[in-house]
């Protein structure tokens, strides 16, 4: 079946830098997409979701950038801190209206101070 | 801490046993969502409930089943189990969950392990 990939398992930065954590979706059919953060030993955490209809979004210091020409998602992290530590995944949801999303393996961000 | 409360943190078992996960939402959420995460797999959707309904499936298997009960907790039954069923399981909840955002509050999870 159809899957979601993650390009890099592991990222590294420095304290203050941008990151880019980025994500290939392969189901065309995919509207809504989701981005999680999951620091080690604790639940995953909802970070920003976008829907097909957008091609950016913005939270506090985040944006995820949607690409469907060429299925591609991207979440920026401005600024980044000690605390962004974690690994993040993406997910996607097919069209229909039921939530029935389908993870990416996941990128560990690794932010050295 | 999420505000999603799940029992019991940790839980060991022999194959072909049953358990019982337990979650209790976020006060006034009406979805709650069980996860599987295991080092294979990675992160799964199993089944949403939404005030009491199942709401949608994902890949879970037939000797696993759910429910949701009155008071919004939620339950995961695990019978038969199986080396392989060795796992976190997560329990999320959200206000809505019948369409728009999926914003969910994730719980600590539950380690099985089955010896």
């Known amino acids: 079946g159809e899957s979601v990939g993650l390009h890099l398992p592991t990222l590294s930065v420095q304290e203050g830098d941008n990151s880019i954590i980025n994500c290939a979706y392969s189901n065309s059919a995919s509207d809504y997409f989701i981005w999680y953060k999951q620091e080690s030993g604790k639940g995953p955490q909802f970070i920003i979701d976008?829907?097909?209809?957008?091609d950016k979004r913005q939270g506090q210091r985040v944006t995820v950038l949607l690409n469907k020409t060429v299925k591609h998602l991207s979440l920026q992290i401005a600024a980044t801190q000690p605390g962004d530590s974690a690994v993040y995944f993406c997910a996607e949801n097919l069209s229909g209206g039921s939530y029935i999303p389908t993870f990416g393996r996941g990128t560990s961000l690794i932010v050295h101070p | 801490d999420s505000g999603v409360t799940q029992t019991p943190k940790h839980l060991i078992t022999a194959t072909g046993q049953r358990v019982t996960l337990r979650c209790s939402p976020r006060?006034?959420?009406?979805?709650v969502y069980w996860y599987q995460q295991s080092l294979d797999q990675g992160l799964q959707f199993l089944i949403q409930?939404?005030?009491?309904?199942?709401?949608a499936k994902g890949n879970i298997l037939e000797r696993f089943s759910a429910q949701q009960f009155p008071d919004l907790h939620s339950e995961l039954n695990l019978s038969s189990l199986e080396l392989g069923d060795s796992a976190l399981y997560f329990c999320?909840?959200?206000?809505?969950?019948?369409?728009?955002?999926?914003?969910?509050?994730f719980g600590p999870g539950t380690r099985l392990t089955v010896t």
């Open positions: 006060s006034g959420d009406l979805s």
């Open positions: 409930y939404y005030n009491g309904e199942e709401r």
């Open positions: 999320a909840s959200s206000v809505s969950g019948t369409s728009g955002s999926y914003e969910q509050y």
């Open positions: 976008i829907r097909s209809n957008m």
